[in-house]
């Protein structure tokens, strides 16, 4: 129905979130852009904006999903009350939490997902 939602926060928004913020962000945001979609640090970005956004709660008859995420996340980080530095601290803790998860025993689906030299685009969606 929507042709420009999906069910979580998508990489290909991340660059619209750039010019919202301050110098800090600006410098996180270029550095995640150049990496590949199975980057931890994308990962980590995702799980941030999956929970500023409130992405878990949204269904595709909800006006966020008639939006579209990019202009959801653009809303959500625009929107946030607080200043830059607790805006990356909640990055940086989701970056602490995928870096925890992968510590783990993964499945192999998600170790062959997360292998370096697999590089994940945008068209292999």
């Known amino acids: 129905m929507y042709p420009d939602s999906e069910i979580l926060f998508p990489p290909r928004c991340i660059s619209q979130l750039r010019d919202l913020r301050g ?12 990496l590949p979609h199975n980057h931890p640090e994308v990962l980590a970005f995702g799980l941030m904006m ?24 653009r809303r959500t980080v625009s929107g946030f009350k607080s200043d830059d530095v607790a805006l990356l601290e909640l990055y940086q803790k989701a970056l602490d939490d995928v870096n925890a998860y992968l510590e783990k025993d993964n499945p192999l689906s998600v170790t062959l997902l997360l292998q370096e030299d697999l590089v994940l685009t945008p068209s292999d969606r």
Request: hydrophobic share 35%.
């Open 50 to 73: 999956i929970k500023l956004g409130s992405c878990l709660t949204c269904d595709l008859d909800s006006y966020r999903a008639s939006l579209g995420c990019c202009t959801c996340a």
């Open 23 to 34: 110098p800090q962000w600006q410098a996180v945001i270029e550095q995640i852009v150049s």
